[in-house]
């Protein structure tokens, strides 16, 4: 009924709602009737003239996280050093409540081969482009000092977007944080010391909230609501 | 004509019939009549009766190859310790032709999401397993000194079935080489220094033969083959 008074505002209540739904019954166990029906005050055909689908709005989500995080803002500050923003850029992701439950949903939906495969080309190229570009910067002024630029970035892409994760690796907050140690001898031992003590801690906690999937059965995000 | 005279001669003809034709015209540009062609005296019912699809017989390829390597016997060898076990897993991999030209036939097909899903379920659950019980035995027989074990059977499994392929991460030869040095620098590093150079070397030059392959269209194997 009130399609195109307020369009933005429609939109976002409708971003707003499934987010809530999403985290309270889970990605596979919210439907767009849910979503319309916690509205409360709009058609279905209302919610669909908006997102064709709730692939589409947790699709939208994920956009609004990544404008929000602005890594922009990180990326081209003059005043930090390339390994600065590295570090700056996972400790923003790990502090960030919204963004991680955001990927707490986003990651059992990678249990769908296709979107798990789309996902890891981005990791594989936009993503470790990304991290290649801040360790030369890092190399050019003195932060960095790495024979391998290329093989860290795309290692640091790989790793803190696949085998740190529980969905894929299932592990307790303690083992994340050994496997965070880990990665993080890994990247000093390859001249690119991106986390100290204090970052390793901060990524095994925010890491810990996505969680297991067993990625058996459809209700796993269901099931594991009621912790 | 004739079927069920001597089936494991029959099978075996199949295989080496699809090998043969994988290894020319590619994996896509393979079909089941190619194979009924290229044996010459069995009908295309009598091929179906032994393999019920073309990935089917890709399959028994595969179990073929595993069998043939016979990983039990380096795994079972009481005069090696767990980390010469690790080595000669690779060096035997390596300098397995027939092993590498079915790798290279087989990683194009995990352009099909599912079947890449499937294998990156395999790296991160048997193959890690099998890793994490040699370097279990490593320490053990005082071969390997890592606060990582788990860590380093999972990487080992993650990165040399998938970070190192140039079907996902294209390389030239020599691209291929400094990327097994960090793996090697990786390892040692952890305490499991699996990688000496020659080994390094051999590792490149096999991988380097798998190629890369652009994942967008379905005759690229078939593109591929005239180089």
């Known amino acids: 009924m009130a399609r195109g008074k307020n369009p933005e505002r429609t939109r976002a209540r409708i971003l707003d709602a499934a987010k809530r739904l999403f985290l309270t019954k889970g990605y596979d166990g919210t439907t767009m009737q849910d979503i319309v029906d916690g509205l409360g005050d709009l058609s279905k055909g209302a919610v669909y003239y908006h997102f064709r689908s709730k692939e589409a709005i947790l699709d939208a989500l994920g956009d609004e996280d990544h404008e929000r995080q602005s890594p922009a803002a990180i990326l081209d500050d003059p005043t930090l050093t390339g390994l600065e923003k590295i570090r700056t850029t996972f400790r923003a992701n790990a502090d960030d409540l919204e963004h991680m439950q955001l990927m707490g949903i986003a990651y059992p939906t990678l249990r769908d081969p296709k979107l798990l495969a789309a996902n890891l080309d981005a990791w594989r190229t936009t993503v470790a ?71 390793i801690d ?11 999937d067993d990625g058996n059965t459809a209700d796993t995000a269901e099931r594991k609501e009621p912790r």
Chains 1, 2 share one sequence.
């Open 202 to 212: 901060r990524v095994a906690r925010a890491y810990a909230t996505l969680g297991a």
């Open 129 to 199: 482009d990304m991290f290649h570009t801040l360790i030369l910067q890092g190399i050019d002024d003195g932060s960095i000092a790495t024979s391998y630029p290329r093989e860290a970035a795309e290692l640091l892409a790989l790793l803190t977007n696949y085998w740190l994760v529980p969905t894929f690796y299932p592990a307790t907050e303690d083992e994340l944080r050994h496997r965070v140690s880990c990665l993080a001898s890994i990247c000093a031992g390859l001249g690119v010391p991106v986390f100290d003590d204090d970052l």
